[in-house]
């Protein structure tokens, strides 16, 4: 049976037969996969324990499907202490993953920025940026590119984003969001130095998102939501 070990973090993991979970990984080499764990009768069992979001961990799988057999797992590092917001956008980073990341499709670098962007979140008191880079990241390994040389190129004081066109400059209204020139050549010279700035860039990345995601809710979303 084919077996591969490599670093990975649990994105979400429940129940699946008894004393089995199914648990979505983002794997270093082999990107976001699903995979069966036994974890058997206690309530405190080992396994379960290492199956838990943001804790880097080696995995062992076997299995030529697409659905893999857990045979080892081993924590490589601590846990990432991440607490209150911090932790809202952790979550929020998993929950895109899951469901927007296709299945066993190398992704290195997206894996790398994960580690980062939760280094990060425990470190930085700007989340907002965290996640900006983050969500570009995998807008990019998702095929999703902005293109803002018009944005430079024409006058006109508003832009629309339509998926299918890009920017496109606001001379006639539309039903879409209508973002500032100004604000967007600042994002296309990752200059978010003015708190506005980041709010037009947190409005962008919410309308591309949630076209990717056919306007289905965020569970993530509502933990802020919540709070507030």
């Not at 917001?85 to 066993?104: H, P, T």
């Not at 962007?117 to 983050?134: D, G």
């Not at 095929?143 to 400059?169: C, M, N, Q, T, W």
């Amino acid at each position: 049976m084919q077996e591969n070990t490599q670093s990975a973090f649990v994105l979400h993991s429940r129940p699946y037969r008894e004393n089995q979970l199914l648990v979505d990984l983002l794997t270093e080499h082999d990107g976001k996969l699903a995979a069966l764990s036994y974890v058997g009768h206690s309530t405190k069992s080992s396994r379960k324990a290492l199956l838990q979001p943001f804790l880097p961990i080696q995995v062992t799988l076997k299995g030529q499907f697409q659905l893999k057999n857990l045979a080892r797992v081993e924590p490589i590092g601590k846990s990432f202490l991440l607490k209150q917001n911090a932790l809202f956008s952790a979550f929020y980073i998993n929950e895109l993953l899951v469901k927007l990341l296709g299945e066993n499709i190398a992704c290195t670098e997206l894996f790398q920025q994960y580690r980062n962007s939760l280094k990060a979140l425990v470190e930085t008191s700007n989340i907002e940026i965290c996640l900006r880079e983050f969500e570009l990241m995998l807008m990019e390994e998702l095929g999703v590119s902005f293109d803002f040389s018009l944005v430079f190129e024409h006058s006109a004081k508003g832009f629309y984003y339509l998926p299918d066109e890009g920017f496109i400059p606001a001379y006639t209204k539309l039903k879409q969001p209508c973002y500032d020139r100004w604000h967007l050549q600042a994002i296309a010279e990752r200059n978010f130095s003015e708190p506005s700035v980041l709010m037009t860039f947190k409005a962008l990345m919410r309308q591309v998102i949630n076209h990717l995601l056919g306007g289905v809710p965020l569970n993530s979303r509502k933990l802020f939501s919540n709070k507030s």
